[in-house]
C-alpha cells in the first residue's frame, strides 16, 4: 500500500475503529505478561474459593439449599470482573497518562484523546473478561457449573467490565497520583462489594439497604451472574443489563469528557 | 526523489505553516500574546525563548493539541486544531520529555507507533532497520528501553517520529539534557533531514544550537515574539560586534568609571562586565593598565543577542 492510500484510509476510519490501535497496543503488552497475568487470573479466585468457599463454607453450611462455595463462586466472577476491569482502569491507565506518557505519544500521531479513552475503556472491558473467564474455568473444574448454558455469562462479564472501566477511567480523569484510587476503593468499591449480595445473599440486609443496593451497578451484577450460571432467578434481567450499560456508557461519555479538558491544558 | 522534492516545493508555494495572531490566555494571564510567523516548505525554524516565553505553547497549539483563544493556524494546509488529527499524518512530534514505551523493545517502539498512522505492522518492520540505522541504533534493534542511554532514547524518539515519512518534524528542545557528544549525533541527524527537504520547527535555548541548525529564528519573550530574522542578521542587526568580558577585583566601580564612556553598552553581571562595541582598541588599553583585571575578547554571538533582549534575570 502507498503512504497515500494509507493515509486516506485511516484517515477515514471512524472513532471506534481509532480506539483498537490502543487497545491493540494494550493487548500487545499483555501479551509479553501473559502467563504471569493468567496465573494470576486463576491463582486468584482459586485462593477466594478454597480459603473462603470451603473454610467459611464449612462454618456456614448450605445457603439457598447450596453449598456455600457454589454460592459464593458466582459473586467471585462479578468481584473479580470488578476488580480486574477498575485496575486497569485505574493503575494501569494512569500509568500510561501521567507517568510514561504513552497517551502524550498517542496525541501525537493521529488519534484523539477521545480514541484513547475509548480504546482504554474496551480494553479494561477485555481484560474483565478474561478475569470472568477464568473464574468460569474454576467453576468448571471443581464441577460448580455443567454444561454449556453457564458460558452465558461471559458476554456480562465483559459489561461489568466496561460498567466498572467507565466508572474507573473518570476517577482516573481526576487523580493527580496513585494515591487518590485508594478513596476510589476503600470508600466505594469495598462496601459495595458487601452490600450487593457477593459475599452473603442480599436478603441478610435491611430493607433500606436492600433498595439502595439497586441502585449499584455490582448488585445487579451479581444478579445477572447468579441467575446465568445456577439459574437462580432474575428479579430484573433487562433492567439489570440496562443499569450496566449505564454506568459504562455514562462514565466514559464524562470521563472523555474529563481528559480531553485535562490534556489540553 | 530529490528530483520530485524540488517539483514538490514548487507546487506548494504556500507556507508549510502559517500562524496568525495567535492569543492563549490561561486563567487571564495571557501565554501566547499575538504571535504571528510562517515557516516555508524545507525550512529549518527556531522558537527561541527563556523559560515561560510561551514556546512549548506555540507548538501544542500548532499541533492542535490545544486550542487557542483567538487566531488561526495551518498546518500543511490544513485548518488548525478542526482538521489538526487530519494534519497529523504528515507530522513528525519529538517531545520534550522522552515518551518511548517502556514495555516494548526499540523496534517494537517503531512498529506500534507506526500502527497509530494506520500503517501495517508488515510495512512498519520493514522501515525499521533504515530507521534505526540513520538513528545509529542499527544494532539495537532488540534492546529494552530501559537499557538505553539518554542519547539513544532521544535519537530513538526522532526515529520514531520519522515512522510516518513526515514532511515537517516538531522538535521541542531535542537536545536538552544530553552530553555534547549526544547533542552533535542529533545535530548531523536533523541537518541530514533538512538536506532531505523535511520542514523542521525547533524550540531550544541552546543558542548554539539554534544558530548552527536554524535557517530563521523567532526569540520570544513573555508570549510575545521580539525578533525574527536569519541568525546572522539577528547578530549583525541587534548587537555590537566584539565583546569584552572582563573581570577581576572591583570591576564593578571600573566599568561605571572606565568602560562606560570607551563602550557602547556595558553590561555587569556578578563579576563580570560585558563590554559590547565595534572599537575594542581603546577599552583593552585600560584593561592592561588595571592591576587585577583579566580580559576575555570574543565575537559578538546569538546568547548575546539573547540576553539583550530578554535581559540576565533568571526565569522560572
Given at each position: 500500500m502507498t503512504d497515500v492510500a494509507i493515509e486516506q484510509q485511516a484517515s477515514r476510519s471512524p472513532q471506534g475503529w481509532r480506539a483498537l490501535h490502543v487497545v491493540r497496543r494494550n493487548a500487545l503488552v499483555w501479551r509479553k505478561l501473559m502467563i504471569t497475568s493468567l496465573i494470576g487470573n486463576l491463582a486468584e479466585p482459586l485462593i477466594y474459593l478454597v480459603g473462603l468457599g470451603y473454610g467459611v463454607g464449612a462454618l456456614i453450611g448450605e445457603i439457598d439449599g447450596r453449598p456455600y462455595v457454589t454460592f459464593l463462586a458466582a459473586g467471585m466472577i462479578c468481584y473479580s470482573t470488578m476488580n480486574s476491569a477498575s485496575f486497569e482502569a485505574l493503575y494501569s491507565a494512569f500509568a500510561r497518562m501521567q507517568v510514561q506518557r504513552t497517551w502524550e505519544g498517542m496525541l501525537h500521531a493521529p488519534l484523539t484523546s477521545d480514541d484513547i479513552v475509548t480504546g482504554e475503556w474496551l480494553w479494561a472491558g477485555t481484560k474483565a473478561l478474561f478475569s470472568g473467564t477464568a473464574i468460569l474455568l474454576v467453576m468448571y473444574g471443581f464441577g460448580i457449573v455443567r454444561g454449556f448454558a453457564p458460558l452465558a455469562v461471559l458476554p456480562v462479564a465483559l459489561l461489568i467490565g466496561l460498567a466498572f472501566a467507565g466508572i474507573a477511567l473518570v476517577v482516573t480523569s481526576f487523580a493527580k497520583s496513585y494515591d487518590f484510587f485508594t478513596y476510589y476503593f476503600v470508600l466505594l468499591v469495598t462496601p459495595m462489594s458487601f452490600l450487593s449480595g457477593i459475599y452473603f445473599p442480599l436478603s441478610q440486609l435491611p430493607e433500606a439497604a436492600q433498595t439502595a443496593a439497586w441502585f449499584l451497578p455490582l448488585a445487579h451484577a451479581a444478579s445477572l451472574a447468579r441467575g446465568l450460571t445456577l439459574g437462580d432467578p432474575m428479579p430484573w434481567p433487562l433492567l439489570s443489563v440496562a443499569v450496566l450499560l449505564a454506568y459504562g456508557l455514562v462514565g466514559l461519555a464524562i470521563a472523555k469528557r474529563r481528559v480531553r479538558q485535562r490534556l489540553s491544558r | 526523489m530529490l528530483a520530485q522534492r524540488v517539483h514538490a516545493a514548487h507546487v506548494y508555494s504556500r507556507p508549510m505553516l502559517d500562524v496568525q495572531n495567535l492569543i492563549k490566555t490561561y486563567s487571564g494571564r495571557s501565554?501566547?500574546?499575538?504571535v504571528s510567523f510562517q515557516v516555508a516548505r524545507g525550512e529549518c525554524f527556531g522558537l527561541l525563548g527563556p523559560n515561560g516565553a510561551g514556546k512549548t505553547t506555540t507548538l501544542r497549539c500548532c499541533l492542535g493539541l490545544i486550542a487557542p483563544d483567538s487566531g488561526s493556524i495551518r498546518l500543511g494546509d490544513l485548518p488548525v486544531p478542526q482538521a489538526a488529527r487530519e494534519a497529523r499524518y504528515r507530522v513528525g512530534v519529538v517531545p520534550q520529555y522522552d515518551n518511548l514505551d517502556?514495555?516494548?523493545t526499540v523496534t517494537e517502539n517503531l512498529v506500534v507507533y507506526a500502527r497509530y498512522f494506520g500503517i501495517p505492522a508488515r510495512e512498519a518492520r520493514a522501515r525499521a532497520p533504515a530507521l534505526l540505522e540513520y538513528a545509529g541504533l542499527?544494532?539495537?534493534?532488540?534492546?529494552?528501553?530501559?537499557?538505553?542511554?539518554g542519547g539513544m532514547k532521544r535519537r530513538l524518539t526522532l526515529a520514531r517520529a520519522l515512522v510516518n515519512d513526515p514532511d515537517i518534524l516538531f522538535l521541542d528542545e531535542p537536545t536538552t539534557a544530553l552530553d555534547p557528544q549526544a547533542r552533535h549525533l542529533i545535530w548531523d541527524a536533523l541537518r541530514r533531514l533538512a538536506k532531505q527537504g523535511k520542514t523542521l520547527i525547533l524550540t531550544t535555548h541552546f543558542m548554539d544550537e539554534a544558530e548552527r541548525l536554524c535557517d530563521r529564528l523567532c526569540v520570544m519573550d513573555a508570549g510575545r515574539i521580539i525578533a525574527l530574522d536569519t541568525p546572522r542578521r539577528l547578530i549583525d542587526s541587534l548587537i555590537e560586534p566584539v565583546v569584552l568580558e572582563v573581570y577581576g577585583d572591583g570591576v564593578a566601580e571600573w566599568a561605571e568609571r572606565v568602560a562606560r564612556p570607551l563602550a557602547e553598552r556595558v553590561e555587569v553581571s556578578g563579576e563580570t562586565a560585558f563590554c559590547y562595541t565595534h572599537a575594542p582598541e581603546a577599552l583593552l588599553a585600560a584593561v592592561e593598565q588595571t592591576a587585577g583585571l583579566r580580559v576575555l575578547r570574543r565575537a559578538a554571538n546569538l546568547e548575546d543577542v539573547f540576553i539583550k533582549l530578554t535581559g540576565r534575570d533568571i526565569r522560572d
Open positions: - | 501565554v501566547v500574546d499575538d517502556p514495555d516494548f542499527g544494532d539495537r534493534g532488540d534492546a529494552k528501553i530501559e537499557a538505553l542511554s
